[in-house]
Nanobody, 128 residues
Framework: QVQLVESGGGLVQPGGSLRLSCAAS????????ISWFRQAPGKGREGVSY????????DYADSVRGRFTISRDNAKNTMYLQMDSLKLDDTAVYYC?????????????????????WGQGTQVTVSS
């Protein structure tokens, strides 16, 4: 059974940076597709960034493109989301999700029901 644990969230001022981590256990996730989602209060879960197995393909929501960078270290079984130039609207609980298909077509990458495994989430608050 795959378990995912996010960390790295916190309180940051607008314009600041955070790096989220998603540590996996129970299985080697090198062959899994990984996405980061977020959910703000009163809103649905939104796809933020995607990375295919072995990092060959990445994708970003328009709202974060150019500010966020997704990466993975398969040797450490850990995925990352570097978040720069943070805005107030980035405030949310951030989740990592994994799917055993190594590559997900574009239309499915940010569909939550596609993913088999989820972490518990980490809170990111952007506030002055």
């Amino acid at each position: 059974q795959v378990q995912l644990v996010e960390s790295g969230g916190g309180l940051v001022q607008p314009g600041g940076s955070l790096r989220l981590s998603c540590a996996a256990s129970g299985s080697a996730l090198g062959g899994y597709a990984i996405s980061w989602f977020r959910q703000a209060p009163g809103k649905g879960r939104e796809g933020v960034s995607y990375i295919s197995s072995y990092g060959g393909d990445t994708d970003y929501a328009d709202s974060v493109r150019g500010r966020f960078t997704i990466s993975r270290d398969n040797a450490k079984n850990t995925m990352y989301l570097q978040m720069d130039s943070l805005k107030l609207d980035d405030t949310a609980v951030y989740y990592c999700a994994a799917d055993p298909r190594g590559d997900i077509p574009g239309y499915g990458r940010f569909v939550p029901s596609i993913y088999d495994y989820w972490g518990q989430g980490t809170q990111v608050t952007v506030s002055s």
